[in-house]
């Protein structure tokens, strides 16, 4: 069993912790706040003092931030992790950033001989309770198979998504595409009802037919149609508002790095702002139904 150091110990950071730990893996772990510090502690986490002593004896260092400047200033340059740490440590970042300062982080820890995968995660807090997250992973071969084992821990589904900053890049493509789709499939049904169309009626219909996407099959915008939908929890996420809102900005900030043309990303990421902005950040990101049908505050 190995002795694994891991910064961010939050929602997500926590329970994948615990899996690690339920293992066998001896963890040192890290966060900034208080609260979950003692949490971790009473998982049986080591918390330590301060970031760079979750390298001691480390193997393997796992991070789970909020944001790209959260992870630059924990592992980039002199008194960072990728400095500090011993030659051919192996890094695993599954927050969700941007491509950018994922590959620029890359490249210092291929400069300081480490092994690194960016390994985004979907499947929410549920899916790191449970052990079932999907990992999206970018990184050189040599360091996913030496990481593999340790996400098969953490999660399900094991994609290598090809080389540094892949991951983040598979992750927020995805995203766009459900972030789009979630508000053509609220459109679609807010305009069938203004017609006088059933709900149930329109969705056995358009499941069946060209119009059918993951959105509208598994997190359907209007209450009583699909059981799985946070609509039938008064929009309790599920997948919030505000993570949406984060992810269709990383892709936009992608798009005009790459000189990508994104229009409907950018209007997805538009209305998302407008409805996040509006103080509904923390319900689920299909609740943006709500919006298009012009009853956001009811
Ligand atoms: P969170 O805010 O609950 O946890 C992040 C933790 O990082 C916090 O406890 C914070 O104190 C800590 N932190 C910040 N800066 C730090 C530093 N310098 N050193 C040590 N700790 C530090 O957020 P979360 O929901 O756990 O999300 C973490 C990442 O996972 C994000 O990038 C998010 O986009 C991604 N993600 C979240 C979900 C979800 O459903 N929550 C799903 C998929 C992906």
Request: contains cysteine; proline residues 4%.
């Amino acid at each position: 069993m190995a002795r694994i150091g891991f910064l961010g110990l939050g929602n997500m950071g926590l329970p994948m912790a615990r899996n690690l730990l339920n293992v066998g893996h001896s963890l040192a772990g890290f966060d900034l706040v208080p609260a979950a510090q003692e949490a971790a502690a009473a998982a049986g986490v080591s918390v330590v003092a301060a970031p760079a002593d979750v390298l001691s004896d480390a193997e393997a260092v796992v991070t789970m931030l909020p944001a790209g400047e959260h992870v630059r200033s924990v592992y980039a340059g002199d008194g960072g992790l990728l400095a500090q740490a011993a030659p051919g440590t192996l890094f695993l970042d599954c927050s969700t950033i941007d491509v950018a300062t994922s590959r620029d982080v890359h490249g210092e820890a291929a400069a300081r001989g480490h092994d690194m995968i960016d390994a985004p995660v979907s499947g929410g807090v549920a899916g790191a309770e449970a052990g079932t997250l999907t990992f999206m992973v970018g990184g050189e071969g040599k360091a996913f198979e030496r990481a593999k084992p340790l996400l098969e821990i953490m999660g399900r589904n094991i994609v290598h998504a090809g080389g540094a900053g892949n991951g983040q890049a598979a992750k927020i493509c995805n995203n766009m595409i459900l972030g789009i789709s979630m508000i053509a499939v609220s459109e679609a049904f807010a305009l069938g009802q203004k017609l006088g169309l059933d709900p149930k009626a329109f969705f056995d219909i358009s499941s069946a037919a060209s119009g059918s996407c993951w959105a509208m099959l598994n997190h359907n915008p209007v209450p009583g149609i699909v059981e799985t939908s946070a609509a039938n929890r008064d929009y309790q996420p599920g997948f919030a508002a505000a993570m949406m809102h984060k992810d269709l900005k990383l892709s936009q900030a992608a798009a005009s790095h790459a000189g990508a043309a994104t229009p409907l990303g950018a209007e997805a990421a538009a209305l998302y702002t407008i409805f996040v902005n509006a103080g509904n950040g923390g319900l689920d990101y299909s609740a943006i139904i709500k919006m298009i049908q012009g009853n956001a505050d009811k």
